[in-house]
Each structure stands twice: as C-alpha cells, then as structure tokens.
C-alpha cells in the first residue's frame, strides 16, 4: 500500500530536549515536505527536498532542521524544542514538486512542548 | 499580506445544495492550484488540482481558476453530509517548489 508514514503520532517533551519525527514513504517520490498546522494559521511549509542530499527552506524554518540521505525518508529535528513549537506536523510527499502534482500526506504529529 | 486567503467560515448548507469554496492569491506568478479536503483530526487529502483559467470538473466538485483576478473557487454539487470538513486551497509558486496554503473553510452539510 503507498503511504506516507510518521513517528511517533504523538510526543510530549519539554523545552531543549532534542527530538526527531521521522518520515517515510514508500512511493519512490522525489519531492518531501513537512509542513505545521496552527488554528488560525492553516498549513506552513518548514522544508522541503527536491531529492537526495537537496533541502530548502520553506515558510517558517526557523527552529529546525532536515536531512535526506535516501530517497525514503525525511526526518523533521528539533534541537531545542520551545513550547512555541507545539502544533500538528505533517509529511508529505509527491513524485515532483510541479503543476498537477498531488503531494501524499502523512498522518501527522502532534507535538505539544512543555 | 497572505500568500493565499480564504474565508474560514463556518460556511452552512442543506444536503442537495451547492456549496461555494473561494480563495484568493497575491502571487502572480502561482503557477497551479489545489483543493485539499480536511476531516477534524486527519490529514488533509487532494479534491483537484487546477493550473488553467476556467472550469475544471471532476464529479460533483468543479474547480475555476481566474488568473487576472487571482482568484480560484471550488463547487460542490449536491452537497452530502460527508461533505462536511475543512477546505484547504493552496498554491504553488513560480519555481514550483514551494506550496503555500490558506487557513481553510469549514464547510457543514446539515441533512
């Protein structure tokens, strides 16, 4: 089955202490995403990867960090989380990044930083 | 200024009705446009996408792109209950790699 897969689903840490939330897909998509989710803010895009060993910033990268050191996964690093950055992650994936192309979705995390 | 607005709602209509999405962009040079339908708790997941000027039909939901006045509009024909979620509308930009999207439409088919 394709699929965009996150972990965990659910994480609750406290300021500064280092985390991770990993991605994967299984579709051989060129194009990885993540992107946050605020009430009132709608979706933001922190980074995005046109393919192996190329990231960009998106919107609001400020806090994190990325890697894509194979095709399949993407994970999301936050060095020192603040409680600024408790919301809903989402991972997305598409084979481009171009016109008509849909990106796959993850089923997101919820992260709340304490 | 946003990169894309629309009006969050809540926006209310009888099962049967049509339901009108509408958004807006401030980049002139957003080279595509999506419709991505959003369940309370789950991830968002793509209705249609559109990149020319007009109607495009899939269905019961017709997307309309108007490139001059930034605009893009999703209709819902015969709107049922399970209709009922956020409507998020986003945009790709001219390098094509970024995609930015709005704060979403809650949209509730009342049966």
């Known amino acids: 089955e394709a699929q965009v897969t996150q972990n965990p689903r659910y994480l609750i840490t406290v300021t500064g202490k280092k985390l991770t939330v990993t991605c994967s897909q299984n579709?051989?998509?060129?194009?990885m995403s993540w992107y946050r989710q605020d009430p009132g803010l709608g979706l933001r895009q922190i980074y995005y990867s046109m393919n192996v060993e190329v990231t960009d910033k998106g919107d609001v990268p400020e806090g994190y960090k990325v890697s894509r050191k194979e095709k399949r996964n993407f994970p999301l690093i936050l060095e020192s989380p603040s409680p600024n950055q408790t919301s809903l992650y989402f991972c997305?994936?598409?084979?481009?990044?171009?016109?008509?192309?849909?990106?796959?979705f993850g089923p997101g995390t919820r992260l709340l930083v304490l | 200024q946003k990169e894309v607005e629309q009006n969050s709602g809540p926006l209310s209509v009888p099962e049967g009705a049509i339901a009108s999405l509408n958004c807006t962009y401030s980049d002139r040079g957003s080279q595509s446009f999506f419709w991505y339908r959003q369940y309370s708790g789950k991830s968002p997941e793509l209705i249609m996408f559109i990149y020319s000027n007009g109607d495009k039909e899939d269905g019961r939901f017709t997307a309309q792109l108007n490139k001059a006045s930034q605009y893009v509009s999703l209709l819902i024909r015969d709107s049922q209950p399970s209709d009922s979620a956020t409507y998020l509308c986003?945009?790709?930009?001219?390098?094509?790699?970024?995609?930015?999207f709005g704060t979403g439409t809650s949209l509730t088919v009342i049966p």
């Open positions: 997305a994936s598409s084979s481009l990044a171009g016109v008509g192309e849909t990106q796959y």
């Open positions: 579709m051989n998509h060129e194009y």
């Open positions: 986003a945009v790709n930009i001219v390098d094509g790699n970024q995609f930015y």
